[in-house]
């Protein structure tokens, strides 16, 4: 019989700071026995930071910790395993030049010995059958080797698994951003299972329908300390957005002025993928807002990645005829210099307009930065500082202004939103208009059906190839999910 | 419905990933194959028993040296006082260890423990391995010129014996590097420590996170370079008999490029000792027999040795790239 308000973990008074800035400010926190806790705020709003000290990866510089009523001290990551503290990260914790089975290995020091191969690999398949059943992985694949949504399957399912510990509560910091709505509701059907089944649960998503759905409780954040907290049902999406504070409560539909007739700006980009069998192509005229959907992995990154090397003089049937930026979807792999400061990771696309003669103006770069810093609001006291010093959301916002501020006249987003907050999110969209009324053109891949409603025109992709081609008067959630599965039904 | 949905995205890929990664494991043999074909075609007598004796003989020490340099690899590191080290190694074995063994024997074992510390030394200050290894490399090389001043010494006897063991019907070389091969196969790519170890270099928060201890990981990778590279002096000095403290000079390079023409990459933990067995193998044949076989007169067989590093090493590039474009 499981007590829903037993306690497992209490955080009183807890306090974290990096410096000036106060990444936790005072959180007091219970998670109840198999409870399903939501926890939402603006990037930065110290979630993250939380997190890392229930795993035992950050120290807290104030407060305590009482896990299953004994309060914790010298606290560290493996005494938070051994207490059954379960997490998966927002930056992808798996070694990628390992296999699937050899990373399950890596969590579990029990698994050695002779025929260890053979059991991490049942383990961890087991895993991924139970909660993405037909996920396609093998326990021999590299990591390396499998798309992004697929690693973070293996992610997700690693925290499950167990051999000598116990689970007793699983932290999932933005798990389903990767992921495409048909794995994202499988684990979430699964996270139901489990914490019907006594494990306790903290849900951090940017995804406020997520949350809203699956959580029992929910605690909203904003600048290091809570100021909501209660049973998610009293919650709806507009409230949430308001406790977050910052933005208004009301999701902006995309105008509607329907661009009279596609054609009567120049033409920009014109491709055709690889694998398209039928004459159909993608077409992007000046000024124009062009969506990539369908599932996660299925060709759109491909064509972003082929229209830029087109751009940059490589031969290929692939017409474009203007400059072009690329916003990384992939931002620690793709996007940043983790070695730079935010100013020269923003002025990084824009290097001839910046120099004088054969050096890099720091005046100019600087106000590059500022500029945008202060346009779509990045947090952080000097331009000067390390890029890494950002949030998550942050580093995206100046991988954004990278693009926005260069000379392109084409940008090329590669889900870039992807564990970006709704504020965020909202800022931009508004951003992306303003600048395509200007005359820019992009074309966005992404994985959220709400972004699609901010594109003037709509690619759905399967398999590499385009399968359906929707104007903004056809475009419904419905026909987009219908094209992306047609094959297999 | 809804598995059916699932299972459509899914259907053909791991398949594909199996055929890219038997290409990947493949094509440091390819490599070895191509250098073959072109000493059969330019001396076919050379292959044979004894051509393969004479010709693999110096690839044992390259071999060893081959993948002590791919354990460092592993961990993101790089050793750039192999040659030396293997040097040193050389003037201890054809001094000390045949006159003194008890003070030999200590010496080699004392140099693998000061690897291990090299590789404390590197995680706990954060040094970049290649300024460490570079200074270690003059002190190397110093310390074997104190010890041999002059070209000399003789190696143990026990050694030139095994050295010159001629087993039935396969050459020694070819047995050598199996045997090389196989333990460096088991040991880093089959135990499960060995899955841990190259985690270190894939993503090191990842396996510190799962509660491991990175400094252990790197002390354990560079006391397996030090072994390595005690093996692979000992092997030189069974070979040429005896030592001169400049004879490792040219491993450095060789190990290093015999590790990434065998697979391995410089960051992300990923080798391959089989691929670097054989790398170190191409490597051996395409540096002097080859040449010899060529008629390039030996004032030049340096140059050349360069170059045909430059177009195989390049030609792993130019395939390794196709076959991703896939």
């Known amino acids: 019989m499981i007590v829903a308000d037993a306690k497992l973990v209490e955080l009183d008074g807890v306090e974290k700071h990096f410096g000036a800035v106060r990444a936790l400010d005072g959180v007091d926190l219970v998670v109840g026995q198999g409870e399903c806790l939501g926890l939402v705020g603006h990037n930065g709003a110290g979630k993250s930071t939380l997190m890392h000290v229930l795993t035992g990866t950050a120290l807290a510089d104030r407060g305590r910790l009482i896990f299953a009523g004994e309060e914790q001290a010298g606290y560290s990551p493996a005494q938070a395993k051994k207490l059954g503290v379960r997490c998966v990260f927002q930056e992808l914790s798996l070694c990628p030049n390992l296999t699937v089975a050899e990373n399950a290995r890596v969590f579990h020091p029990g698994l050695s010995g002779f025929n260890w191969r053979r059991r991490a690999g049942a383990l961890i398949i087991d895993k991924l059958d139970a909660i993405f059943p037909g996920h396609g992985i093998a326990a021999s694949d590299l990591v390396a080797d499998l798309p992004i949504g697929r690693r973070q399957m293996v992610e997700v399912a690693r925290a499950f698994t167990v051999t000598d510990e116990p689970v007793r509560l699983i932290i999932l910091d933005e798990p389903t951003s990767s992921l495409d709505a048909h794995s994202a509701r499988q684990l979430l059907d699964f996270m139901r299972r489990v914490v019907a089944e006594g494990v306790s649960c903290i849900f951090i998503s940017h995804l406020l329908g997520e949350v809203l759905d699956i959580c029992d409780r929910i605690v909203v954040m904003r600048d290091g300390r809570q100021v909501a907290d209660a049973a998610a049902s009293s919650f709806d999406r507009d409230k949430l957005v308001a406790a977050m504070g910052g933005v208004d409560a009301h999701v902006r539909e995309a ?10 700006s120049p033409l920009r980009v014109r491709a055709r993928p690889r694998r398209q069998v039928d004459a159909a192509e993608l077409v992007a005229h000046e000024g124009e807002v062009i969506g990539l959907a369908g599932l996660a992995g299925h060709g759109q990154t491909d064509i972003l990645l082929a229209i830029y090397a087109a751009a940059l003089g490589a031969r290929s049937p692939i017409e474009v005829t203007a400059t072009v930026a690329l916003v990384a979807g992939d ?35 600087d106000e590059l930065a500022n500029f945008w810093r202060g346009k779509i609001k990045i947090r952080t006291p000097d331009v000067h500082d390390n890029i890494l010093s950002l949030s998550g959301g942050n580093q995206q916002k100046a991988l954004f202004a990278r693009a926005l501020g260069s000379d392109a006249r084409i940008v090329l987003m590669d889900d870039p939103m992807r564990g970006v907050d709704v504020g965020t999110k909202l800022e931009v969209y508004d951003l992306i208009r303003e600048e ?35 104007t903004r008067g056809e475009l419904t959630e419905e026909k987009v999910i219908q094209s992306s599965f047609e094959a297999a039904s | 419905m809804a598995g059916s949905i699932a299972a459509s995205p899914s259907s053909d890929s791991p398949a594909r990933f199996d055929l890219r990664r038997l290409l990947r494991a493949l094509l440091p043999a390819l490599s070895l194959a191509l250098v073959l074909t072109a000493i059969a075609w330019l001396n076919p007598r050379a292959i044979s028993y004894f051509g393969f004796t004479l010709m693999l003989n110096l690839a044992i020490p390259i071999a060893l040296a081959t993948i002590a340099q791919m354990f460092v690899i592993a961990g993101n590191d790089l050793d750039l006082s192999i040659g030396a080290f293997v040097g040193f190694v050389g003037c201890v074995t054809a001094t000390w260890l045949r006159d003194a ?18 590789g404390a030394l590197v995680y706990l200050r954060n040094l970049p391995s290649i300024v460490v290894t570079l200074g270690m490399s003059f002190v190397w090389q110093g310390l074997a010129i104190l010890l041999l001043p002059k070209p000399g010494g003789k190696a143990p006897d026990w050694l030139l014996a095994t050295m010159g063991v001629k087993p039935p019907f396969v050459p020694f070389p070819i047995l050598a590097a199996l045997v090389i091969a196989a333990v460096a196969y088991v040991g880093l790519m089959r135990t499960s420590y060995g899955a841990i170890l190259r985690g270190s270099g894939g993503n090191p928060v990842a396996i510190s996170r799962a509660g491991w201890s990175l400094l252990k990981a790197k002390m354990v990778l560079f006391a397996c370079t030090g072994l390595f590279g005690v093996l692979s002096g000992l092997a030189l000095i069974g070979i040429t008999t005896s030592a001169d403290a400049n004879i490792g000079n040219g491993y450095t390079l060789l190990s290093i490029a015999g590790v990434i023409l065998g697979g391995g990459e410089f960051v992300g933990g990923r080798v391959s000792p089989i691929g670097a067995v054989i790398g170190a193998l191409t490597l051996a044949l395409a540096a002097s027999p080859l040449l010899t076989f060529m008629r390039i007169p030996p004032d030049w067989q340096v140059a050349a040795n360069g170059a045909i590093l430059i177009v195989v090493l390049a030609a792993r590039v130019l395939i390794s790239r196709k076959e991703s474009d896939r």
């Open chain 1, 436 to 470: 395509a009324d200007s005359g820019r053109t992009f074309l966005w891949y992404t994985t959220e059906a709400d972004e699609l409603k901010q594109c003037d025109h709509v690619y759905v992709f399967r398999n590499g190839a385009i399968v359906a081609d929707l």
């Open chain 1, 331 to 365: 931002r620690q792999a793709d996007g940043v210099f983790p070695l730079w400061s935010i100013a020269e990771n923003i002025g990084v696309r824009s290097l001839a307009r910046l120099s004088q003669g054969l050096l890099i103006s720091r005046r100019r770069e």
């Open chain 2, 101 to 118: 063994p008890l003070i030999g024997v200590a010496v080699l074992l004392g140099c693998i423990a000061f690897y291990a510390a090299l």
């Open chain 1, 255 to 264: 105008r509607v002025e329907a661009h009279a007739v596609r054609g009567q």
